[in-house]
T-cell receptor
C-alpha cells in the first residue's frame, strides 16, 4: 500500500518555541492531507484539511495562527506549532488521500510532541 | 466532530476467542472504514465497506453494515495477542475532500 512518512516521531521543545512536523507521501501524489490531534486514550480529532497549493481549512476551535499548515507540493505537508505551550503536548497524526485513488486514507506514524 | 460511537470502549479476551466491536454513526455515509492503531503509532487501514454493501470479509476480519440502523460491526476471529490494539471506525460522507469522521475507538486486549 501507499506509504506516508511523518517526521519527527518524537520531539521535546521548550515553551515559546515553534516546532515543525513534516508529512510526506512517499510513493503517491496526495491530493489532500489531513492533520489530526489525539489525546491519550481518545479518538482522533481533525484539526485541518490541506489541499496542495491552497490554504488549509481548519476545523472549528482550531487556531490557524497557532497551527500553521503548509501544503506546498503534492507530496509534502507541514504542521508548525507556533509558540508552543505545555497544553499543546499531544500526539499529532497526518494522513493523505491519494489522487484518483478513492477514499482510503494513509496515515503517518504520528509525532509525540512534549512541550516543557 | 466525532460522530462515531464504538462499543465497547474496552474489550479483553483470551487468545483464540472472537472479538466483536460495534460502531454507530449519525449521518448518511458513502462508506465506512475500520482502522487499527497500535499504542503510540499511526493508523492502519483494515477494511472499507460501501453503503450499498452489507458484509465484507478480509482474512480473519468480518465487517457488517446496517445503514437502516446506522451501525457497523467488526469481528476478529481466532484472535491473537498481536491483535491487541485500538480499533476505530471512520465514516466518509462523500464529496471530493476525502474527509473522514472517526469514532471513539475500542481498546482490544488479547491475553495469551
Amino acid at each position: 500500500g501507499a506509504v506516508v512518512s511523518q517526521h519527527p516521531s518524537r520531539v521535546i521543545c521548550k515553551s515559546g518555541t515553534s516546532v515543525k512536523i513534516e508529512c510526506r507521501s512517499l510513493d503517491f501524489q496526495a491530493t489532500t492531507m489531513f492533520w489530526y490531534r489525539q489525546f491519550p486514550k481518545q479518538s482522533l480529532m481533525l484539526m485541518a484539511t490541506s489541499n496542495e497549493g491552497s490554504k488549509a481549512t481548519y476545523e472549528q476551535g482550531v487556531e490557524k495562527d497557532k497551527f500553521l499548515i503548509n501544503h506546498a507540493s503534492l507530496t509534502l505537508s507541514t504542521l508548525t506549532v507556533t509558540s508552543a505551550h505545555p497544553e499543546d503536548s499531544s500526539f499529532y497524526i497526518c494522513s493523505a488521500a491519494q489522487r484518483g485513488g478513492g477514499v482510503e486514507a494513509f496515515f503517518g506514524q504520528g509525532t509525540r510532541l512534549t512541550v516543557v | 466532530s466525532q460522530q462515531g460511537e464504538e462499543d465497547p470502549q474496552a474489550l479483553s479476551i483470551q487468545e483464540g476467542e472472537n472479538a466483536t466491536m460495534n460502531c454507530s454513526y449519525k449521518t448518511s455515509i458513502n462508506n465506512l472504514q475500520w482502522y487499527r492503531q497500535n499504542s503510540g503509532r499511526g493508523l492502519v487501514h483494515l477494511i472499507l465497506i460501501r453503503s450499498n454493501e452489507r458484509e465484507k470479509h478480509s482474512g480473519r476480519l468480518r465487517v457488517t453494515l446496517d445503514t437502516s440502523k446506522k451501525s457497523s460491526s467488526l469481528l476478529i476471529t481466532a484472535s491473537r495477542a498481536a491483535d491487541t490494539a485500538s480499533y476505530f471506525c471512520a465514516t466518509y460522507g462523500g464529496g471530493s475532500n476525502y474527509k473522514l469522521t472517526f469514532g471513539k475507538g475500542t481498546l482490544l486486549t488479547v491475553n495469551p
